[in-house]
């Protein structure tokens, strides 16, 4: 067969969650096609930050954010010239009528469309769900990154199921390259003043991130365990959002009694991240809704137990690997907590789960479907996705 061309939006790569997507993405891409045409349109500093790539892959510069008109024309106009047979677009956006082909869509989750039609009313919230339904009608192939996300996209906006395919996340290669080492140890001791043993959650701080609940069940826990005798110097250690659009957070602290034994880190990069997945004796990840949710699987890397929400599609991501809990009960986040602390054999047997759960989901096996998608939409027509191999 002759040499695909494939144009990939690289424009949101240093966004949460759709960056790390379109850098593992295209990475992989690139170490398993030397064949077919790859242009990434988008920032070439952005495409620095995947490394080293094959001829076969170039960058057309597109600086204009995507969420604007002249983002749309200079986005259009790029592919015009490039006479590509696909387009993939890593999330869902409003892409723009009259694109000079084909384009295949990743949808990550449902959260914009649902903020959007609990905020809005009236004319907008019709107008945002019928952008909404006809971008997802005109794809070519939708990616679900799970089988939770793939159900809301089928149910709330009718799309035929033959047209959407479950293509999971994996975590950064990164995240596998061993145990801390007690330099590592040392390095967050001597620049983050870690010297304790902590709990950690790592990702966004934003509301349905559910973090003022882990606070409150944090506290609960130090009172828990204040009756035990032990523990006396945990600590929760929070990573990733500034702080300064959550002021709630700060009055939560100190409105239950931690103030001093919960801190706030902000970003870190992830050669310190997982430093800090291996040391922590326990992953805390109680979110009300994920389209996927990659940090418990990067904890479970490090050996960690994860405590997690039985909620959206985290159930479907960590299997029997996790204690899973009712995000919207203080009292039993905290039961969880206290159990997985105290319960030695159960953080043994949770380890070894999480170490298997962990190789149900790889990089490689996802990239190869997508490859097989490009294929099969390019020269062979529209197929139905449910007739493929199932994802690993």
């Known amino acids: ?167 999971y996340n994996a975590i950064d290669e990164r995240f596998l390259h061993g145990h801390a080492t007690s330099a590592d140890r040392d390095l967050i001791a001597r620049r983050y003043q870690v010297t304790y043993p902590f709990l950690l959650y790592a990702g966004r701080v934003s509301p349905h991130k559910n973090v003022v609940r882990m606070i409150e069940a944090f506290s609960a826990l130090k009172t828990e365990l204040e009756r035990d005798q032990a523990y006396p110097d945990l600590k929760l250690i929070i990573i990733g959002d500034d702080l300064s659009g959550n002021p709630d957070l700060r009055r939560t602290v100190v409105r239950s009694g931690v103030q001093h034994d919960v801190r706030f880190l902000g970003f870190v990069p992830i050669e310190v991240l997982r430093i800090f997945y291996d040391a922590a004796k326990i992953f805390v990840f109680p979110s009300l809704y994920e389209g996927f949710g990659l940090p418990p699987l990067e904890a479970m890397a490090h050996g960690t137990p994860v405590v997690t929400s039985n909620v959206s599609s985290l159930p479907e991501v960590v299997g029997n690997a996790a204690v899973l809990v009712n995000p919207e009960n203080v009292f039993e986040i905290m039961r969880a907590l206290h159990r997985t602390l105290m319960d030695q054999p159960l953080r043994a047997r949770m380890k070894e789960r999480g170490y298997q759960q962990v190789t149900r989901f790889s990089w490689e096996t996802s990239v190869r479907r997508i490859l097989g998608a490009y294929g099969q939409i390019v020269h062979g027509g529209r197929v139905d996705a449910r007739q493929q191999p199932a994802a690993d």
């Open 1 to 167: 067969m002759p040499a695909m061309r494939i144009a990939i939006d690289i424009r949101r790569m240093t966004e949460f969650g759709v960056g790390t997507y379109i850098r593992n993405v295209v990475r992989t891409l690139g170490r398993l096609d030397h064949e077919n045409e790859f242009f990434l349109i988008g920032s070439p500093v952005k495409v620095e930050e995947i490394g080293p790539l094959p001829p076969n892959f170039r960058t057309v510069p597109v600086l204009a954010s995507d969420r604007s008109l002249p983002g749309y024309r200079e986005f259009r106009g790029a592919l015009s010239g490039l006479g590509c047979d696909l387009v993939h677009i890593p999330n869902l956006f409003s892409v723009p009528r009259l694109l000079p082909c084909p384009y295949v869509m990743t949808v990550h989750d449902m959260l914009e469309h649902m903020s959007r039609a609990r905020e809005q009313s009236g004319f907008w919230r019709s107008f945002h769900f019928q952008m909404t339904k006809r971008v997802l009608a005109g794809a070519a192939r939708i990616f679900a990154v799970s089988n939770f996300t793939r159900i809301e996209i089928e149910k709330l906006f009718e799309i035929p199921s033959e047209r959407v395919e479950v293509v």
